[in-house]
Nanobody, 112 residues
Framework: QVQLVESGGGLVQPGGSLRLSCTASGTIYALDRIFWYRQAPGKVREFVASITWRNNKKDYNDSVKGRFRISRDAAKNTIDLEMNSLEPEDTAVYYC?????WGQGTQVTVSS
């Protein structure tokens, strides 16, 4: 069973940037897809971005395309989410996920 730990959240002003990191312990298999989700207060958890472990194929929610970038480092077993041009609507707890494993989440708050 993979265990995931997210880090890098915080408070940032609109237009600012943050880089989230998800560190995985255990084995991530070549065919696995790793996801970033987010959940804002009072809202359902939503897909943000995903990446396949073997061939680095990326997908994004339309609301973050062109602003967010997902990447992975196989040597370090990390999956990063670089977030630029942040908006108040991006405020949420961000979670990393692979199969049934979820991290504890990291809070991102975008506010002036």
């Amino acid at each position: 069973q993979v265990q995931l730990v997210e880090s890098g959240g915080g408070l940032v002003q609109p237009g600012g940037s943050l880089r989230l990191s998800c560190t995985a312990s255990g084995t991530i298999y070549a065919l696995d897809r790793i996801f970033w989700y987010r959940q804002a207060p009072g809202k359902v958890r939503e897909f943000v971005a995903s990446i396949t472990w073997r061939n680095n194929k990326k997908d994004y929610n339309d609301s973050v395309k062109g602003r967010f970038r997902i990447s992975r480092d196989a040597a370090k077993n990390t999956i990063d989410l670089e977030m630029n041009s942040l908006e108040p609507e991006d405020t949420a707890v961000y979670y990393c996920n692979v199969h049934s494993a979820w991290g504890q989440g990291t809070q991102v708050t975008v506010s002036s």
